[in-house]
């Protein structure tokens, strides 16, 4: 039987919400349910809200809001 390896951590790419630019982040995958943070941009410099959330298959899912939304 082979076992799943499981990583710690990731980097993720998310488009910023304002300029449309890609952008990446270094995610902690050891943090369990929903994770919702503020990124800037690094073009724009403009505050994305970032929800990343993992599912039962290990499936890491992104998402970028508009600061204000």
Request: one cysteine or more; proline letters at 1%; charged letters at 30%.
């Amino acid at each position: 039987m082979m076992e799943k390896m499981h990583t710690t951590d990731e980097d993720i790419v998310w488009t910023c919400q304002y300029c449309g630019e890609a952008n990446s982040v270094w995610i902690d995958l050891t943090v369990e349910g929903k994770q919702d943070f503020i990124e800037e941009c690094s073009i724009c410099c403009r505050p994305n809200r970032i929800i990343v959330s993992v599912d039962e298959g290990d499936n890491i899912f992104i998402e970028s809001r508009q600061h204000d939304e």
